[in-house]
């Protein structure tokens, strides 16, 4: 048994050394047969398609079909794919029988916002990405006075110090709780902002403005602009109004129309 045993333990311990020098030289002569590309949010998002994936990554090896798995370097591919902007993480891997899988997983876009630069979308990690006519999904439209300045054209996160754009990152903050919140995701369409950087929400339902002013104590502005829909408005008339003003503190300021 002795005997048997140590017979075992050399055969094992053989194998363990030979193991990895034999799947290397078979992995050496696959040879990639296709390219399988998931993108996985594509039904949400459509911020890129398969057909530039695929020029991206032909790109990177343009002989792609009959080359060896082994000479193809799978990281230049994920490199050269998250430069783009659209593409929040890209994973690329290749199977036993020689396919190459690129798996893509977008950006999702919160809100669009035109400007004299362009005409972008900002993601939920704040990070800009130029519009496209291959998409125009329905988001929260800003615009009016907004800038966007060197750094986050380049990339960085509005929500980053080093943005330095504390107009863009209020409007984001407040889309954000728009968004989230049943009742003003129904009644507010679009966010304007002035000269002095302040903002006006112009709603789905009537024909006049609401001056918010700064995001101070928005929720407490917005509380009381429900409080006021709710009990002024179907009395008053929808259309009564040119202007309401939340600006002041525990107060609404009302401009009639004329």
């Not at 993480?89 to 199977?95: D, I, K, P, S």
């Not at 893509?104 to 130029?130: N, S």
Request: charged share 25%.
């Amino acid at each position: 048994m002795k005997i048997a045993g140590k017979i075992f333990i050399s055969i094992a311990a053989a194998y363990i050394i030979a193991a990895p020098a034999y799947f290397t030289s078979l992995i050496d002569e696959i040879r990639c047969r296709n390219i399988i590309i998931d993108i996985a949010d594509s039904p949400e998002n459509n911020l890129i398609t398969e057909n530039e994936i695929l020029n991206i990554v032909r790109n990177v090896v343009p002989s792609l079909a009959g080359s060896r798995i082994s000479d193809i370097r799978l990281c230049d591919i994920e490199t050269r794919l998250k430069e783009r902007r659209e593409i929040k993480t890209a994973e690329v891997y290749f199977t036993i029988n020689g396919s190459i899988c690129v798996f893509i997983r977008q950006r999702a876009p919160i809100m669009r916002i035109i400007t004299e630069e362009g005409d972008y979308f900002i993601d939920d990690e704040g990070i800009l990405i130029r519009k496209r006519k291959l998409y125009t999904p329905r988001l929260h439209v800003v615009s009016g006075h907004v800038v966007l300045n060197r750094p986050v054209l380049d990339g960085l996160s509005i929500l980053d110090t080093g943005a330095k754009n504390q107009v863009l990152r209020d409007i984001f903050i407040l889309v954000n709780y728009i968004r989230n919140d049943r009742y003003w995701s129904a009644q507010i369409d679009q966010l304007w902002v002035d000269e002095k950087g302040e903002i006006d929400m112009i709603p789905r339902t009537g024909s006049h403005i609401i001056h918010l002013g700064t995001i101070d104590n928005y929720v407490e502005k917005l509380e009381n602009l429900e409080a006021f829909y709710l009990k002024i408005l179907p009395l008053a008339g929808w259309n009564a109004y040119k202007r309401i003003n939340l600006e002041f503190k525990n107060q609404i300021v009302c401009n009639k129309k004329q």
